[in-house]
């Protein structure tokens, strides 16, 4: 069972996905658990696009997926590599290189 969105999950996104006009349920029927996941696997269309829609993100809103990355709330591993390494440069350049010592150590990459 996924997680119920809060008021910062929808706003994030909907930034990220505006297209999906705030649809947060998968084509099985049930709520998507994660914001990124879902954008990374099924809206984008290159690893180019993500990114593009990541730097859409203000640095409040990007510390948050971060929270969430760190409280196990938000799956960054399963991304596609490309889009793991989109995360990673924005948050050391749009927050700080500490920030992101930080999520990768809860998130086990070295």
Do not use: C, W
């Not at 709520?31 to 954008?39: A, S």
């Not at 990355?69 to 889009?83: F, N, Q």
């Amino acid at each position: 069972m996924g997680r119920e969105f809060t008021e910062m999950d929808i706003r994030i996104f909907n930034k990220l996905a505006p297209e999906l006009n705030g649809n947060f349920m998968s084509n099985a029927g049930h709520p998507y658990p994660f914001i990124l996941r879902p954008i990374s696997h099924k809206v984008v269309e290159s690893s180019e696009d993500f990114r593009e829609r990541l730097e859409r993100l203000d640095a409040e809103e990007l510390d948050h997926i971060v929270q969430l990355a760190i409280e196990g709330k938000e799956d960054i591993r399963s991304l596609d590599e490309d889009d793991i390494d989109s995360i990673m440069e924005l948050v050391e350049e749009k927050l700080s290189t500490e920030r992101l010592k930080e999520m990768k150590a809860a998130l086990g990459f070295a």
